[in-house]
């Protein structure tokens, strides 16, 4: 099963006619996702790898009810794209882009909370169901990374998840759903709004949490779990040990600020609900699957 994205979700792809649209559109069709319509202004009557393109988000839904996109669209555009989805009816959104304004992403969050839809991104690899859907550029082919199984995983950090994730694979198990939340500083989506969807999924067993310096999102999950409103076993890897305290690593999200978000709090916090926090990437698989017995 998984969360957010599914093999009968039906999606749109807005800027599909890009360069960036048009090559992962075929990929995505090649993870199974099921792609009803494009969409790019000026371009209706066009097809993508047999997808029809729309010139609006509005005509796409209604002829198609696409009811998930995944953006395909400068930053300096985000925010138009996003509402016209989110007028259209769409409640599920990957925004891909890197280097999105501030306030128009706070805009975009502030609207979508408001319609009760959920922006994954921005400056994210996407989501992936495996073996169902892929929404971005998740590296599903790669069977020695990639593979169905049990374990959902949600990050900061596009690459070094790949790399989570192969050792996940190496220890013997594979992934429901692969969730990158994206590393600009204000994030559509929340680690504890994905763990809600990996609490309520049956097939999800445990997850994995990467995260990083900055923020308090490993904080807030540390928070949810002592609650008692996610009872799954949680492994957690927290890139950046080393990271010099006020300095930005990175992402534009990763950076330690008033005392807050630094490694040892967001490690101190997660151990003290039982999360599992691993000081390896190469430690995750093994510790995974010995909470899974």
Known sequence: MGIFVFKDTRV????????????????????????????????????VHGVPVYGSVKKAVKEKGCEASVLFVPPAFCKDAVFEALDAGIRKLVLLAD?????????????????????????????????????????????????????G?????????????SHIVKAGLGQ?????LGGDPVPG????????????DPK???????GEPGGTMEEEAAELIAKGEFTKPMVAFLAGRTAPPEKKMGHAGAI??????????????????GVKV????????????ALLG
């Open 12 to 47: 749109l792809v807005q800027g599909i006619t890009g360069s960036e649209g048009t090559f992962w559109t075929e990929w995505m069709l090649k993870a199974g996702t099921r792609i009803e319509a494009g969409v790019t202004p000026g371009k209706a009557g066009e097809r």
């Open 99 to 151: 280097g999105v304004p501030i306030q128009d992403m706070l805009e975009m969050k502030a609207f979508a909370s408001e319609v009760g839809a959920m922006i994954v991104g921005p400056n994210t690899s996407g989501v992936a169901t495996l073996g169902e859907a892929m929404l971005g550029f998740v590296p599903f082919w790669l069977g020695h990374v990639y593979r169905p199984g049990s374990v």
């Open 153 to 165: 995983i949600m990050t900061r950090s596009g690459s070094l998840t790949n790399e989570i994730a």
């Open 176 to 180: 429901t759903t692969v969730v990158g």
């Open 189 to 200: 989506t929340r680690f504890v709004d994905v763990m809600r969807l990996f609490q309520a």
């Open 204 to 210: 999800t067993e445990a997850v994995v949490l990467v």
């Open 256 to 273: 330690i600020s008033g005392g807050k978000g630094t490694i040892q709090g967001k490690t101190e916090a997660l151990e003290s609900v």
């Open 278 to 289: 691993a000081m390896k990437p190469s430690e995750v698989g093994s510790m995974v699957k």
